[in-house]
C-alpha cells in the first residue's frame, strides 16, 4: 500500500466545457494530454472565470502563444490542484493582421507574467492588462523575435531611459528610497535585478527585472531534431543540479507525442537519478539560504557542498558528467548502470545511509538555532489562495499547505509503484519552505533506496535500457505535459508538424511562476526579510529567462 494516496477525483472537464456559452466557443478538440476548447478573444475572461469557478480549474499552470500560418494563438493550460488529472487548453485564436485579446490576469493573476512573455516575444497584445510591458527583453527593444518576419540582423539599442529612477516623481510623506539589487549580487542567485522602493527599512514595492540571462533556448530547441539535438538543453535550465528532471519533462512530452513506451527497468532508473538529482538542488539549496540568511561562510554552506559532492560522484558515474548530465534518452536512457555493478549499488546505498545523520547536523545548524528562527518564522508570508493565483508549485506551494505534487498527482516514471510522501507544511513562511525541503531529502532517499533494491535484483535478461525508437521522429500534434522538477512544476508545450523539428517548443519554468508571487509576499517586511524571502523561493535564472 503506497501511502502518497492521490485525492479523489473531480468533475469531469468535459461536462464543464459543455456549460461554456455557445457563442464564445469557436472550436471544439484535443491536445496529446487534455480536451482543447478554442474561444473567442473577446470572451476570455469570461469563460476562465466560469471554468474556475464552476469547474474547479484554478492552476493556470502555463501560458503559450505562437504563430500559425493564418493566425496567432494563446494557449492557457488549466488545471486542478486538487485533481492534476483534470486538464484543459483553452486556445484563442486571434487576427494575424491585429493579435488582440482579452487578458485573463484578472482571473489568474499568474497569466500576468505570461502574458508579458507572449508580448514580449510573439507580439500578442492583452486589453485590460494590468501593465502590458516587455518582461525579458528591454522596452526600447524592436520586433518580437519568435515571430516569422522578426529580423534577426537589425541592430538594437538600449536607451539610457531603461534605467531611470522610477520613483523620481515619488511626493509620498515619508523617507522613501529607490534601491537596486543585483543584478550582480550575491543574494539574487544568479542575474536577477530588483527594483525596490523602501520606506525606512520596510520594503513598499519591490518588483523583480528578469531577462538579463536571456538565451532563447525555446527557438534553439524549435531549430533542433527531437531525436538527439535537444536533449542537451534542459541540463542547461537548471545548473544547480535538477537537469536530469528536466530531461525527463522533455522526454515525457516527446514519448506521449511520438508514442513511445519506455522500459520498466529504465523507468526504475530514471526516477532512481531524477531523485538523486532532487537531493543535489536542495542541497545547494540549503548551502545557499544559510549564506543569505547569516550573511557569512557558514558551517552549513561548507556541509551543503560536501554533501553535493557525494551525490555528483554517484551521478558522475552514472552519467559521465557532474553537472550537464545528458543522460536521458527518448524511450529510455543512454545506457545501464556502471560495471562492476554491485560497487555502484552500493556507493549508492552508502550515500543514502549516511543522509539521516547529515539531515540532523542540518536541523541542528539551521531549523534549531534561534537566530535562524527569528529570521524565517513569519517572515515571507504566502497564504495557499495568493500562491494559487501566482501559479506557484513544488516545495515553495507545499510551505504554503497545498497538497501538489506531480509525482503523485499525474503519475510518470515508477513512483506509482513506490512507497513515498508527498511533504507539507502549513507554516507558508520561510521557515516552512527550508522544513520542505529538508523532508524532501528524506523522501528522496527512500525512493532511491528502493530503486536500487528493484536494481539489484532485476533479471539480466530484462535489463532494456531503451525503447525501439526510429532514428528520425516525425511526430504531429499537441502536447504539454510536466514532471515534478526540484524548483516545481516544470512543464514543456511542444507543437509538432510532420518534420524532424518543433513548430513550437514552450518551456513552463517553476521559478518564473514563483518569482512573480515575491511582491506579495515581501511588501510591508524590512528589507533584511526581502532577501531572506527570496532565497527561500530557490530561484534559479536559467529557467525564468531560458
Known amino acids: 500500500m503506497q501511502r502518497h494516496e492521490r485525492p479523489p477525483a473531480g468533475r469531469p472537464v468535459e461536462a464543464a466545457v459543455a456549460t461554456l456559452p455557445d457563442d464564445a466557443v469557436v472550436d471544439r478538440g484535443s491536445h496529446e494530454n487534455a480536451p482543447a476548447v478554442a474561444i473567442r478573444a473577446?470572451?476570455?475572461?469570461?469563460?476562465?472565470?466560469?471554468?474556475?469557478?464552476?469547474?474547479?480549474?484554478?492552476?493556470?499552470?502555463?501560458?503559450?502563444?505562437?504563430?500559425?500560418?493564418?493566425?496567432?494563438?494563446?494557449?492557457?493550460?488549466?488545471?486542478?490542484?486538487?485533481?492534476?488529472?483534470?486538464?484543459?487548453?483553452?486556445?484563442?485564436?486571434?487576427?494575424?493582421?491585429?493579435?488582440?485579446?482579452?487578458?485573463?490576469?484578472?482571473?489568474?493573476?499568474?497569466?500576468?507574467?505570461?502574458?508579458?512573455?507572449?508580448?514580449?516575444?510573439?507580439?500578442?497584445?492583452?486589453?485590460?492588462?494590468?501593465?502590458?510591458?516587455?518582461?525579458?527583453?528591454?522596452?526600447?527593444?524592436?520586433?518580437?523575435?519568435?515571430?516569422?518576419?522578426?529580423?534577426?540582423?537589425?541592430?538594437?539599442?538600449?536607451?539610457?531611459?531603461?534605467?531611470?529612477?522610477?520613483?523620481?516623481?515619488?511626493?509620498?510623506?515619508?523617507?522613501?528610497?529607490?534601491?537596486?539589487?543585483?543584478?550582480?549580487?550575491?543574494?539574487?542567485?544568479?542575474?536577477?535585478?530588483?527594483?525596490?522602493?523602501?520606506?525606512?527599512?520596510e520594503v513598499v514595492d519591490v518588483e523583480p527585472d528578469v531577462g538579463y540571462i536571456h538565451r532563447c533556448e525555446e527557438q534553439m530547441c524549435q531549430e533542433s531534431t527531437y531525436r538527439h539535438q535537444i536533449m542537451p538543453y534542459p541540463d542547461r535550465w537548471d545548473w544547480g543540479g535538477a537537469g536530469l528532471l528536466n530531461e525527463w519533462a522533455y522526454a515525457r512530452v516527446i514519448e506521449d507525442l511520438a508514442d513511445v513506451e519506455v522500459p520498466e527497468y529504465a523507468q526504475v532508473i530514471r526516477t532512481m537519478s531524477a531523485e538523486l538529482s532532487r537531493v543535489l538542488s536542495h542541497l545547494l539549496f540549503v548551502a545557499m539560504y544559510a549564506l543569505d540568511v547569516s550573511g557569512e561562510f557558514t558551517a552549513t554552506f561548507m556541509y551543503g557542498f560536501r554533501d553535493r559532492e557525494a551525490v555528483q560522484d554517484v551521478?558522475?558515474?552514472?552519467?559521465?558528467?557532474?553537472?550537464?548530465?545528458?543522460?536521458?534518452?527518448?524511450?529510455?536512457?543512454?545506457?545501464?548502470l556502471p560495471e562492476p555493478r554491485e560497487e555502484f549499488l552500493r556507493s549508492v546505498r552508502s550515500l543514502t545511509d549516511e543522509l539521516p545523520r547529515k539531515l540532523d547536523?542540518?536541523?541542528?545548524?539551521?531549523?534549531?538555532?534561534?537566530?535562524?528562527?527569528?529570521?524565517?518564522?513569519?517572515?515571507?508570508?504566502?497564504?495557499?489562495?495568493?500562491?494559487?493565483?501566482?501559479?506557484?508549485?513544488?516545495?515553495?506551494?507545499?510551505?504554503?499547505?497545498?497538497?501538489?505534487?506531480?509525482?503523485?498527482?499525474?503519475?510518470?516514471?515508477?513512483?506509482?509503484?513506490?512507497?513515498?510522501?508527498?511533504?507539507?507544511?502549513?507554516?507558508?513562511?520561510?521557515?516552512?519552505?527550508?522544513?520542505?525541503?529538508?523532508?524532501?531529502?528524506?523522501?528522496?532517499?527512500?525512493?532511491?533506496?528502493?530503486?536500487?533494491d528493484l536494481l539489484a535484483d532485476w533479471p539480466d535478461s530484462e535489463r532494456v535500457c531503451q525503447a525501439?525508437?526510429?532514428?528520425?521522429?516525425?511526430?504531429?500534434?499537441?502536447?504539454?505535459?510536466?514532471?515534478?522538477?526540484?524548483?516545481?512544476?516544470?512543464?514543456?508545450?511542444?507543437?509538432?508538424?510532420?518534420?524532424?523539428?518543433?513548430?513550437?517548443?514552450?518551456?513552463?519554468?517553476p521559478s518564473f511562476s514563483n518569482l512573480s508571487a515575491l511582491p506579495a509576499m515581501a511588501e510591508g517586511e524590512f528589507v533584511a526579510d526581502l532577501v531572506a524571502t527570496l532565497g527561500s523561493l530557490d530561484t534559479i535564472m536559467g529557467e525564468v529567462d531560458r
Not at 325 to 331: I, L
Open 468 to 509: 525501439n525508437v526510429p532514428r528520425t521522429l516525425k511526430p504531429s500534434g499537441e502536447c504539454y505535459r510536466a514532471v515534478e522538477g526540484a524548483k516545481g512544476e516544470l512543464g514543456i508545450y511542444v507543437r509538432a508538424d510532420g518534420t524532424e523539428t518543433p513548430a513550437r517548443f514552450k518551456i513552463r519554468g
Open 315 to 336: 551521478l558522475e558515474a552514472l552519467t559521465g558528467q557532474r553537472m550537464m548530465f545528458n543522460y536521458f534518452r527518448v524511450g529510455g536512457v543512454a545506457w545501464d
Open 361 to 452: 547536523e542540518y536541523h541542528d545548524l539551521l531549523t534549531s538555532n534561534e537566530t535562524f528562527q527569528l529570521r524565517c518564522v513569519d517572515t515571507g508570508d504566502l497564504p495557499p489562495d495568493v500562491a494559487k493565483a501566482y501559479g506557484v508549485t513544488g516545495p515553495v506551494a507545499r510551505g504554503s499547505g497545498i497538497d501538489y505534487d506531480l509525482r503523485r498527482d499525474d503519475p510518470y516514471g515508477y513512483y506509482d509503484e513506490l512507497d513515498w510522501n508527498v511533504v507539507t507544511e502549513d507554516g507558508r513562511d520561510n521557515f516552512s519552505r527550508v522544513l520542505v525541503r529538508l523532508r524532501e531529502i528524506e523522501e528522496s532517499a527512500a525512493i532511491v533506496e528502493q530503486c536500487v
Open 42 to 201: 473577446d470572451r476570455v475572461r469570461e469563460v476562465l472565470s466560469t471554468l474556475r469557478s464552476e469547474a474547479g480549474l484554478d492552476h493556470c499552470s502555463c501560458v503559450t502563444a505562437q504563430e500559425r500560418e493564418d493566425r496567432f494563438e494563446t494557449i492557457y493550460h488549466l488545471t486542478d490542484y486538487d485533481d492534476r488529472t483534470r486538464e484543459l487548453s483553452v486556445v484563442v485564436p486571434t487576427a494575424i493582421d491585429d493579435p488582440v485579446s482579452e487578458s485573463a490576469a484578472a482571473v489568474h493573476r499568474t497569466a500576468e507574467w505570461h502574458e508579458r512573455e507572449a508580448y514580449d516575444l510573439v507580439g500578442i497584445e492583452y486589453d485590460d492588462h494590468p501593465d502590458l510591458r516587455r518582461i525579458l527583453l528591454p522596452e526600447t527593444w524592436k520586433g518580437h523575435p519568435l515571430r516569422e518576419e522578426y529580423d534577426r540582423d537589425r541592430p538594437q539599442i538600449v536607451a539610457l531611459r531603461e534605467h531611470a529612477n522610477p520613483i523620481g516623481d515619488d511626493r509620498r510623506e515619508g523617507d522613501t528610497m529607490f534601491l537596486n539589487v543585483g543584478p550582480h549580487h550575491p543574494s539574487t542567485h544568479g542575474v536577477l535585478h530588483l527594483e525596490v522602493v523602501l520606506d525606512g527599512e
